[in-house]
């Protein structure tokens, strides 16, 4: 196996970048989905409405990247607002059509499950037959990493193993559970519906794997992927006992 593609996304739910490199502690990649664009109630915006998210429309016209180490947002018509603007809040209520702001990630994660998000060629590829006239594109899935994975390989084959990547140890925890993101149109495609639709049918609504990091460092494209049978894990990655 095989570290093909990297991505950070420096505001939850909104695009993000490909990267060459990606740097881990323990609370995942760095500066991964570290702010979040909350409502006027403080919920944070997402594609779907829970008890900590609400679902905003027009989030993924919206994108961020990491420029001069200063996180800046960038909107549809190519402008650039650095996230300490007096005049972001404003911008970004306009566009998005409600009162909003830019919170910063204190004692609980932004992130919907784990800490580490990652795709399995294998697995998109199964997904692209089924669906030959779709655009699997693996930007849908808003992962951290893509794996090329023997074909055949399912997450299932993953959970509970150690993956070795870089300098990285990451621990596979459980599958992850897919949701109306991965249907959403994002820059050069469209809303597809039977993304999701064909994930719950054939890939029991899972697709990909969420891992928590074992050992911090960095992961670059390239780099070669071991694995290692790792301990036996409840479904949040808590260890079992025998």
Sequence with gaps: MRVTALWHYPIKSTLGEAVPR??????????????????????????????????IDNLLALSAKIKTGTVQVVFPDGREINIGSDDLGDEL???????????????????????VHLLLSSELDGLQTLLPDAVIDPRRFRANMLLQTPAGMTGGDLVDTVLALGSVRLQVTHKTE??????????????????????????????????????????????????????RTDFRGNALGI
């Design 22 to 55: 990606l740097d881990l502690d323990e609370r995942g990649a760095v500066g991964d989905r570290l702010y979040a664009i909350a409502d006027a109630a403080g919920k944070l915006g997402s594609g779907k409405t829970t008890e900590r998210f609400t679902r």
């Design 178 to 231: 897919r949701c109306r993101m991965v249907t959403l149109a994002q820059e050069d495609f469209g809303y597809d519906p039977r993304v999701l639709r064909t994930i719950v049918q054939e890939f029991d609504v899972d697709f990909g794997i969420y891992a928590k990091v074992l050992k911090p460092g960095s992961v670059q494209v390239g780099d070669a992927v071991d694995m290692a049978p790792g301990p």
């Design 93 to 115: 209520s306009g566009f998005l059509g409600q009162p909003v702001t830019l919170k910063r990630e204190q004692a609980i994660p932004h992130h919907d499950d784990s800490a």
